[in-house]
């Protein structure tokens, strides 16, 4: 184990190749662009997955499939758009992309997802300080949870507000046997390198008709009009995925249920074997039959009193690079702390853990206390910041095996103090 590092969540190929199949299918008919056999077929198995009739775009990202979502309903320079403040970026940045405002909604604790009170106590509040109601609201499926959909669809309908859903990290989760995506207006699927299937780069937006989904093409591909020139009479953009990495899913789709099992599997490893481990909780989903969660990242919680080894360390020296599986451009922080942040245990263990071979991230930082969004309307409970203060992401998914969660396992009891 000591030579092995297990990482969060990685992708992984089917057993039968059928990935390079359909790959080398588009070499060897040079559809190598952002359209193609694969694309349509990708498209067609994620239709038949997500059922209740929905037609489905794929897209270049997550993000991509968020902005489009909001272009679609009307979202506007000066409009508002109510959204989970716990959650990644990618569900909140594309509202200022448009020129609108994000308006931030804290969790109910059961979930920690969209708190339906907050939420309409939001929309109240803002007819009320602006004379109009939000453009759209997006609840987030985090780490695979399912939102408390019906709550959040009553308020909606009440107001009548259509609902984006972000499943980006919730593909297969379903709520009362209904996949997520499919009870909005829209929903937000990602097919990242971490998610539950991947096409490396992609992501896809579940439309609710033909014309929707005729529209939302249009956008897509920089809405081009009908002529034998390129005309352009609104702007559009390059969304589309491409037909290899579509190639990429197609196979990934052969494999899908497989994967979510296996997350549920580790899920339930994690619950046996850290029960009756002090100090530490797995967050598990709600247990009244109408929750069934991918379980995309398994998650756990440190009481506050907790000893870790070494976190008299914690903070103690400023981070100079990506943390973990993280990849892109890092800037350099000039502090080794923020005005809000884990617990010192925390960072503890994450250290500990790294130490070992074993990648474990502190949960999303809620959107409402990141600088960029210091201004932004905030409706808030504390639970976001009183989960990001203790909990942590522990490592899910097909390439972690129970040989695995029992050596995470035996290493987070061994770095606790007794």
Same mark, same amino acid.
């Given at each position: 184990m000591a030579n092995k590092r297990i990482y969060l969540c990685l992708a992984h190929m089917s057993e039968t190749g059928l990935e390079q199949k359909y790959i080398q299918e588009a070499f060897d008919t040079n559809w190598v662009v952002p359209l193609g056999p694969n694309v349509n077929a990708f498209e067609k198995d994620l239709e038949d997955f997500c059922g209740q009739d929905k037609r489905v775009v794929a897209l270049s990202s997550g993000t991509a499939?968020?902005?489009?979502?909001?272009?679609?309903? &009307?979202?506007?320079?000066?409009?508002?758009?109510?959204?989970?403040?716990?959650?990644?970026?990618?569900?909140?940045? *594309?509202?200022?992309?448009? &020129? $609108?405002?994000?308006?931030?909604?804290?969790s109910e604790i059961n979930t920690w997802n969209m708190d339906p009170e907050l939420l309409e106590e939001a929309i109240r509040d803002r007819?009320?300080?602006?004379?109009?109601?939000?453009?759209?609201?997006? *609840?987030?499926?985090?780490?695979?949870?399912?939102?408390?959909?019906?709550?959040?669809?009553?308020?909606?309908?009440?107001?009548?507000?259509?609902?984006?859903?972000?499943?980006?990290?919730?593909?297969?989760?379903?709520?009362?046997?209904?996949?997520? =995506?499919?009870? &909005? +207006?829209? =929903?937000?699927?990602?097919?990242?390198?971490?998610?539950?299937?991947?096409?490396? &780069?992609?992501?896809?937006?579940?439309? *609710?008709?033909?014309?929707?989904?005729r529209e939302v093409m249009m956008y897509a591909t920089q809405y081009r009009e009908s002529y034998p020139y390129y005309q352009h009479e609104k702007i559009g953009y390059n969304y589309r995925l491409s037909n290899i990495c579509a190639g990429i899913g197609r196979g990934q789709m052969t494999v899908v249920d497989d994967h979510i099992a296996h997350h549920k599997h580790v899920q339930f490893l994690y619950e046996e074997l850290l029960r009756g481990v002090n100090g530490i909780t797995v967050h598990s989903q709600p247990d009244t039959g109408e929750y069934d969660s991918n379980y995309w990242l398994c998650t756990v919680t440190l009481d506050r009193d907790l000893?870790? +080894?070494?976190?008299?360390?914690?903070?103690?020296?400023?981070?100079?690079?990506?943390?973990?599986? $993280?990849?892109?451009?890092?800037?350099?922080?000039?502090? $080794?702390?923020?005005?809000?942040?884990?617990?010192?245990?925390?960072?503890?263990?994450?250290?500990?853990?790294?130490?070992?071979?074993?990648?474990?991230?502190?949960?999303? +930082?809620?959107?409402?206390?990141?600088?960029?969004? +210091?201004?932004?309307p905030a409706y808030v409970n504390g639970n976001s910041e009183a989960v990001f203060n203790k909990g942590m992401c522990l490592p899910a998914g097909p390439c972690v095996s129970d040989d695995d969660v029992k050596f995470i396992v035996e290493t987070i009891k061994s770095a606790i103090l007794l």
């Open positions: 499939a968020v902005h489009l979502a909001l272009i679609a309903c &009307g979202v506007r320079p000066g409009d508002e758009v109510c959204v989970q403040s716990f959650t990644f970026c990618a569900s909140s940045h *594309p509202i200022t992309y448009l &020129g $609108a405002s994000p308006v931030f909604i804290d007819i009320a300080k602006t004379g109009k109601k939000p453009k759209a609201i997006v *609840p987030v499926a985090l780490y695979g949870m399912p939102y408390q959909i019906d709550k959040i669809m009553s308020v909606a309908d009440k107001y009548d507000i259509p609902v984006i859903e972000d499943a980006a990290e919730g593909f297969g989760s379903r709520f009362k046997g209904q996949v997520l =995506g499919t009870f &909005g +207006k829209y =929903g937000v699927l990602s097919f990242n390198g971490n998610k539950m299937i991947t096409t490396s &780069g992609g992501g896809a937006l579940i439309t *609710p008709n033909e014309d929707t989904w000893r870790i +080894k070494g976190q008299e360390n914690a903070y103690k020296s400023i981070v100079k690079g990506a943390v973990g599986g $993280a990849a892109g451009v890092i800037h350099m922080a000039d502090s $080794a702390t923020t005005d809000c942040q884990p617990n010192d245990n925390v960072e503890a263990l994450r250290v500990f853990m790294d130490a070992a071979g074993i990648e474990a991230r502190p949960v999303w +930082k809620p959107m409402h206390k990141q600088p960029v969004y +210091k201004n932004a």
